[in-house]
C-alpha cells in the first residue's frame, strides 16, 4: 500500500495550482529503504539541494527532510520512497513567483519485485528509439520532466525479454538507461560513464561506484561515449540507487561477459 505525506503531513492531495503539475518545475529523489535505513541518504540531499538552488528556489532544510525521510522509513525492512519538491503554487504562466513557497511530497512505495536472476545472470538491454535532447542546464538535475523517459519506456513491453531501455543523445552518443546510469569496461580494465554535462542524470548510485572505484584503484573515465564504442567493451552494467547494480549481458544481439569489474560494482553497491 502506497503512504503520502504533503509538508511533512499525511495527505492525498495538493492544490491543482502547483507550478509541479503544470510544467515540471521540480525535482525527485528516490531512495531505497532496507531495514529501517535510508543508504547514500547524504548524496541524495545534496543533489536535491544542487537542483534547488539551479531551478532558483530556496530548499528545505536538511534536517527537515532527514526527519520526515526517517519517520516514513521507520519500521520498514524494505520500502522505496519517493521525494519530490517543486516550486509551489502560482498564477497562470512560465515565470516563476517573486517568493516562491516550496512545497514537498513524500510517498511509500513498496519494494520491487525484480527477479533475483537479474543481478545474478544479467539483464538485456534495448536501445531506444527516442533520443534525449541536449540541455546543459538542465544536465544532471533529477528533475521532474520526465516525457523523454515515459516515450523511451513504452517503446516495449513487460514480456520479461527486455529490462531496461539505452538512450543516447541526438548526436549518437551513449547518456543513460531510462532509469539508470550506464558503465562499461573497456579491454585494458577501464571503468567508463558518459559525461552527463549536456543531459542526463548524476546518479547517486554512480557517484558512490566512481568513489569506490577510485579508493580500489580500479581506473575510471567519465567522458563522451559514442555508441559504436559499446560493442568494443568488455563489461557493460547498469546501475541505480534502488535495483543497486544489474551486469548486461545482451544489447540488441550483441553479447557481453559478466566480468570482475562488474561483480566489484556489485558489492560496492551493496555496501553503501
Not at 502560482?90 to 525484480?114: K, V
Request: glycine share 12%; proline share 7%; aromatic share 6%.
Amino acid at each position: 500500500m502506497n503512504v503520502c505525506w504533503i509538508d511533512g503531513r499525511p495527505a492525498d492531495s495538493l492544490p491543482v495550482s502547483d507550478r509541479g503539475l503544470h510544467y515540471g518545475d521540480g525535482l525527485f529523489e528516490t531512495l531505497p529503504v532496507r531495514d529501517g535505513r535510508i543508504p547514500l541518504l547524504d548524496a541524495h540531499l545534496e543533489r536535491l539541494r544542487e537542483g534547488c538552488g539551479r531551478l532558483g528556489f530556496i530548499a528545505t532544510a536538511d534536517e527537515v527532510l532527514r526527519g520526515e525521510l526517517r519517520h516514513a522509513a521507520d519500521g520498514q525492512a524494505r520500502a522505496v520512497l519517493k521525494l519530490m519538491v517543486t516550486r509551489g503554487s502560482g498564477g497562470r504562466g512560465y515565470r516563476p513567483p517573486d517568493n516562491p513557497a516550496p512545497t514537498r511530497l513524500l510517498l511509500r512505495y513498496p519494494w520491487p519485485d525484480h527477479p533475483a536472476s537479474w543481478q545474478d545472470h544479467g539483464v538485456s538491454l534495448r536501445v531506444c528509439t527516442t533520443r534525449l535532447g541536449i540541455h546543459p542546464e538542465l544536465a544532471g538535475l533529477k528533475h521532474l520532466n520526465r516525457l523523454e523517459q515515459v516515450l523511451a519506456r513504452a517503446e516495449w513491453g513487460d514480456s520479461g525479454e527486455i529490462q531496461e531501455g539505452l538512450m543516447l543523445d541526438g548526436e549518437g552518443a551513449v547518456v543513460e538507461g531510462t532509469m539508470t546510469n550506464v558503465f562499461a569496461v573497456t579491454p585494458e580494465g577501464v571503468l567508463v560513464t558518459p559525461d552527463m554535462n549536456r543531459a542526463g542524470v548524476y546518479g547517486v548510485m554512480r557517484r558512490h561506484i566512481l568513489e569506490q572505484a577510485d579508493k580500489a584503484g580500479t581506473p575510471t573515465r567519465v567522458r563522451r561515449l559514442p555508441f559504436a564504442e559499446l560493442l568494443g567493451m568488455r563489461e557493460l552494467f547498469v546501475c541505480n540507487s534502488i535495483i543497486g547494480v544489474w551486469p548486461v549481458v545482451r544489447l540488441g544481439e550483441h553479447r557481453y561477459e559478466i566480468g570482475p569489474v562488474t561483480r566489484r560494482a556489485q558489492g560496492w553497491a551493496m555496501q553503501a
